[in-house]
């Protein structure tokens, strides 16, 4: 996935960087630089692949360990001179290629097998950035939405736990790329330090939409062409004038997702269907502590209409129940970290942090009509556990997680069973080599 972003410096040099490592500097390369990130994640269960079976418990309970690499990403930026660069990025998902047997969670426990277009090979970003001044630049190309805290800031030794937070993840793509055209900057003096994205891209395709994931799976890209009968137009704004302090919003609309289906005729009864989602993210970091919360809420219009759209059996959309896509989706969480060697004081404590997270997310939080919600979906979740970085760019991970159907409180009255679950992983982050 696309590196962040989200250190843009004040010079012109700087705003030519089109995909900022964590630990790395903008500046500090002249003609080109490769590098990349990765991961690997060993899950240790307690629960099956039943949540959505039809019986009043949810999962049931089994032992279930998984391994696996979720993402191995090679990038590149080269620069033709001072003002025009480019920047690529490719992803190996999950470590495999071409024609995949899924054993569906959702559907289940269903063998599914199915060909996808460049298998689980995917070109993250492949743009063009020409740097006017630090107030104004341009880039078009494929490239990330800044949309939540996951998507701007995802490389894994960026956040806590062995996984992405699982709220944003759910209900939107992440991470989040599209092909268009983008303008950022950065305006302001030291104290009042603003940066801002705009973009104008291909929009959301509402065949993708379901119950268990909103509009996660309407991203394109199951075809050589995307369509591009109605953009999308997102917006973010940081603000980082207070030391180790960044506060940012995102807001995402696209005014018709009906209108980049692949076979319109199906949804000629249903009026313009827009999607709206307004995000909100914070960061506090120090010597000591490290500080994160976020906020997502989404809507879209004729939801039920749309649940109501029959698809094809031979086509990758959801069907039948897993069709019924809500009216609105929510995810909010919050997430701290104590760095234990500059509280000790001691260079003999390695750099560890304990931290805890709390999530909260619903696909289905609220239904349109005579819509009924899963409850099996309202989900909250507890994470505990430690990241050690080895080095800067390298991190081992441990962590614990339980989740709780049904509720909005983690420790509230519900009558599905928990899930609950142990990983153990390794993150790295990176560049290789620059000239």
């Known amino acids: 996935m696309a590196f962040s972003r989200h250190y843009i410096a004040l010079c012109t040099v700087a705003m030519c960087c089109t995909a900022t490592l964590a630990q790395s500097t903008d500046n500090d390369y002249q003609k080109f630089r490769i590098g990349g990130y990765g991961e690997m994640v060993a899950n240790f269960k307690n629960y099956g692949t039943t949540r959505f079976n039809g019986t009043t418990t949810g999962s049931s309970?089994?032992?279930?360990?998984?391994i696996s690499i979720p993402r191995f990403v090679l990038a590149g930026d080269y620069r033709f001179d001072r003002h025009w660069q480019l920047g690529a990025e490719i992803e190996f998902e999950s470590g495999g290629v071409g024609i995949e047997t899924e054993l569906e969670a959702s559907e289940n426990g269903e063998y599914e097998t199915e060909m996808e277009k460049g298998g689980e090979v995917a070109l993250e970003q492949f743009h063009i950035t020409y740097t006017l001044n630090p107030a104004f630049n341009v880039r078009a190309g494929h490239m990330v939405l800044p949309i939540g805290l996951t998507n701007a800031h995802h490389e894994p030794i960026l956040f806590f736990g062995t996984t992405r937070p699982e709220g944003e993840t759910t209900i939107i793509p992440s991470t989040w790329?599209?092909?268009?055209?983008?303008?950022?900057?950065?305006?302001?003096?030291?104290?009042?330090r603003f940066s801002y994205e705009a973009y104008v891209t291909a929009g959301l395709n509402a065949d993708g939409f379901g119950r268990d994931h909103w509009v996660a799976d309407?991203?394109?890209?199951?075809?050589?062409?995307?369509?591009?009968s109605s953009p999308a137009y997102t917006v973010r704004i940081d603000y980082e004038g207070v030391p180790g302090l960044r506060v940012g919003a995102s807001y995402y609309y696209c005014n018709d997702v009906t209108a980049?289906?692949?076979?319109?005729?199906?949804?000629?009864t249903i009026g313009a269907s827009s999607v709206q989602i307004f995000t909100a993210d914070a960061q506090y970091r120090n010597r000591y502590v490290t500080a994160r919360a976020n906020y997502m809420m989404g809507t879209l219009e004729h939801s039920q209409q749309i649940s109501g759209v029959n698809l094809s059996n031979l086509s990758n959309y959801h069907h039948g129940a897993m069709r019924r896509v809500a009216k609105k989706a929510m995810a909010y969480g919050v997430e701290a970290g104590i760095n234990l060697h500059n509280v000790v004081g001691n260079y003999r404590v390695p750099v560890i942090y304990p931290f805890a997270r709390y999530e909260y997310f619903n696909p289905?939080?609220?239904?349109?009509?005579?819509?009924v919600m899963d409850k099996r979906c309202q989900v909250s979740k507890w994470t505990v556990g430690i990241n050690w970085f080895v080095l800067p760019n390298l991190v081992v991970k441990l962590d614990y997680a339980t989740r709780a159907l049904g509720t909005s409180h983690i420790f509230g009255s519900t009558p599905y069973n928990r899930e609950n679950e142990v990983a153990i992983g390794v993150a790295y982050a990176g560049w290789f080599s620059k000239k």
């Open 364 to 371: 289905q939080e609220e239904g349109e009509g005579t819509q």
């Open 218 to 228: 309407g991203k394109q890209g199951l075809f050589e062409e995307d369509n591009f």
């Open 177 to 192: 790329h599209e092909t268009g055209m983008s303008i950022f900057g950065k305006l302001g003096c030291d104290y009042y």
């Open 260 to 268: 980049n289906v692949d076979k319109t005729y199906k949804y000629s």
């Open 61 to 66: 309970y089994e032992r279930r360990n998984t």
